[in-house]
């Protein structure tokens, strides 16, 4: 495989796509959480979800990280995907390396998961315990648990909600240029309009189980307004028409 | 309602705050004394406690009949190390206390396992178990006796049986305990159900698992005592019982005073244990 220099916002390859989804339905009992929904991530491209709660985008991050089983349509992904959740959720009774090589197989694991840890910043810290680590530093490690795993797919499922906001920023760069090295494709769940937006190649905004607003970043590397964002996600506000 | 639960958790969190500081102030902070000398205090008491029980036997207060002075205590205890079979009879009863912990700690470890991971484990097993459990275990003596004799099998019987439970219901509790989001990762990162319940469900259970440790090690040690008062041929317990015979206070008093000792002991390796394998657990291991 040619190795790609990608360079965002996001141009199509014609590598195969890190996931499609086709025709999902989910329902609890009588509630429909996710009805007839159809998602295609490439590989490479960072797609920001967004929804107010409730409105399945959860839903559809579990059943994409086979965590719920689907009940109609199809999921078609070429491996496990990664994914961070919004704790960390480290083995508080592993070392930070033996977390991120937690389920990796590889023969040259001690490598690569020295390689994983270096790449957050944290390479010095292998043997280090994880009560020993700031929220970021241990989001850090969860960033780390899930690339090494070389994911064409890499869910992330508000991982910065709980972050203050320096850290969250510091984390939000630390992100694009690890993707733009490893090139996942990336399903990034989040409340955080101003994240999607900085993040994002492409904007979905879920309503009522479906996909009710996408906005792809285009060439030039103009970007939604905010103000249009928050009117899709049903924010009406007389400031924000100003931006 | 939502006022009654914050005047309900009001005072909680006050406690909680409470625990966090060192040397709650009501209490006044021992700054006067120090760390050391309240160190130094606490064992202060028990020696001078030691001091008045010698002093008074010496002086003829206590019949030696009713309590050997401590220092006559230390001479038997010599004496029969040396030339009697105290060393023997301390070896019989560690290695039936080992012997019933092993085999009841195995059986609680291994029910408690099934029970923690099969729902229909635990619906076939667990109330029978909860059963047998509400039996003080020492009301089962005299059946015991009638089954097993008053030889080895019978004392050893009775240490497992009291291992067991303490060992099984901790097991249950720890893996149900464990953090389902921690299992869901597991998952996530393609763990196999063998190495799901070794990387996560067992470590996770292992604080609890490690309580039912020391809880077992208090009830073999107080069925050992049990099973040896009646019937024993060998063993601290005969000793003790043997020497009744003789009115030898001295004997008695040597023989409590070892259960304790090993009852002190035991403590002390479950808590090491805890230490060395719960070092990444803020309450009990050391901070690294």
Redo the contacts between chains.
């Keep these: 495989m040619t190795p790609h220099v990608s360079v965002p916002p996001f141009s199509p390859t014609i590598e195969p796509p890190a996931v499609v989804v086709s025709n999902l339905s989910r329902a609890y009992g009588d509630r429909v959480i996710i009805r007839n929904l159809s998602l295609r991530i490439e590989r490479g491209e960072f797609v920001a979800l967004l929804g107010e709660s409730g409105c399945g985008k959860t839903t559809l991050l579990r059943a994409l990280?086979?965590?719920d089983p689907i009940q109609g349509g199809r999921i078609v992904a070429p491996r496990?995907p990664?994914?961070v959740?919004q704790?960390h959720?480290l083995?508080?009774?592993?070392t930070l390396s033996r977390n991120v090589s937690?389920?990796l197989t590889a023969p040259d694991a001690r490598t690569r998961v020295a390689d994983a840890l270096a790449e957050v910043g944290l390479g010095e810290r292998l043997n280090d315990?994880?009560?020993n680590l700031s929220g970021g530093q241990a989001q850090r490690v969860a960033l780390a648990?899930a690339l090494v795993?070389e994911p064409e797919l890499l869910l992330l499922d508000e991982p910065f909600a709980a972050l203050d906001a320096l850290t969250r920023i510091r984390m939000h760069d630390l992100v694009r240029e690890l993707v733009a090295k490893h090139r996942p494709g990336v399903l990034l769940v989040t409340h955080d309009v101003d994240e999607a937006i900085a993040l994002a190649d492409r904007i979905l905004v879920m309503r009522h189980g479906a996909i009710a607003f996408e906005h792809r970043t285009n060439t030039a590397g103009l970007r939604i307004s905010r103000a249009d964002l928050l009117a899709e996600l049903g924010v009406a506000s007389q400031r924000e028409g100003i931006t | 309602m939502s006022n009654f639960e914050q005047t309900a958790l009001a005072p909680e969190f006050e406690r909680a705050g409470f625990t966090d500081t060192s040397s709650p102030s009501y209490r006044g902070s021992g700054a006067a004394i120090g760390k050391r000398g309240l160190l130094l205090l606490s064992w202060l008491a028990p020696v001078v406690l030691v001091v008045i029980w010698e002093l008074a036997a010496r002086a003829g207060w206590i019949s030696p009949q009713v309590l050997p002075a401590p220092s006559k205590v230390l001479n038997t205890a010599i004496k029969l190390a040396t030339t009697g079979t105290l060393l023997d009879d301390l070896r019989v009863s560690l290695l039936r206390a080992a012997t019933g912990f092993v085999l009841g700690g195995s059986i609680g470890f291994a029910l408690g396992i099934l029970v923690g991971f099969s729902v229909v484990a635990e619906a076939a097993i667990d109330r029978s178990v909860q059963m047998i459990r509400a039996i003080p275990f020492l009301a089962l003596l005299p059946l015991v006796i009638v089954w097993l004799g008053v030889g080895e099998a019978e004392k050893i019987f009775l240490v497992a049986l009291g291992v067991t439970f303490p060992i099984y219901i901790n097991t249950t509790l720890g893996i149900r305990q464990v953090d389902p989001?921690?299992i869901?990762?597991?998952?996530?990162?393609?763990?196999g159900p063998f190495?799901l319940i070794r990387?996560?469900v067992l470590?996770?259970a292992?604080p609890s698992i490690l309580t039912g440790v020391r809880y077992a090690l208090a009830t073999a040690w107080l069925a050992l005592v049990v099973a040896e008062t009646i019937g024993a041929e060998s063993g601290i317990g005969f000793l003790a019982m043997d020497a009744r015979e003789f009115l030898r206070t001295d004997v008695i008093v040597l023989s409590i005073a070892i259960y304790a000792l090993i009852g002190v002991a035991a403590d002390a390796i479950a808590r090491l244990l805890e230490r060395r394998l719960?070092a990444?657990?803020?309450n009990y291991g050391a901070s690294?």
Aim: hydrophobic share 40%; glycine share 12%.
């Design positions: 990280a086979g965590l496990r990664a994914v959740f704790e959720r083995l508080p009774w592993d937690l389920g315990w994880p009560r648990r795993q | 989001k921690l869901e990762l597991g998952r996530v990162q393609g763990l190495q990387r996560i470590p996770g292992l719960l990444w657990h803020p690294r």
